[in-house]
């Protein structure tokens, strides 16, 4: 990948901390899912809870497809990525412990919590790793997507 791609690419994952992850339900179905994340580097983390659907589906099938955007005005202003990744738990302890303390500084507004940070014991951490990333610019016309094969 080019270094221009890979700036554009990185400016986008540490602007924005939302995306729509989707993965395999058992029927076959996929399953879309707003979450929040952080990154380091191409490398993504999301939360979610022990026994959810999301947590089921990836045991499963660790493949993922994710969208990271932001509402715009105007159409022809669209950016965004898109991505086919693998996802799996994290099972090493200060890996899920490093990603818990970067959380906050991906939310710095987050003032409080309804409770106590969650730790690793009570959450499903997931790292992501993109395998093919989309670069959406519609700045550059409509639709254009620069596509990287990691």
Known sequence: MNEE???????????????????????????????????????????????SQKAANLARDDRVSLTIDHDTPQVMEITGLSMAARAQAVVDRSEAEKVLRMLPLKYPEQVSLPGPMPTAEQVRIFRVTPTII?????????????LVVI
Not at 17 to 43: F, H, K, S
Not at 134 to 145: A, E, P
């Open 134 to 146: 989309s670069v959406l610019d519609y700045t550059k016309g409509f639709g254009h997507t620069d």
């Open 5 to 51: 791609l890979r700036t554009k690419i990185l400016a986008l994952l540490d602007q924005h901390r939302i995306m729509t992850i989707a993965t395999l339900r058992p029927d076959g179905w996929p399953q879309a899912t707003t979450v929040g994340y952080v990154n380091e580097g191409l490398t993504l983390y999301f939360l979610c809870g022990l026994d």
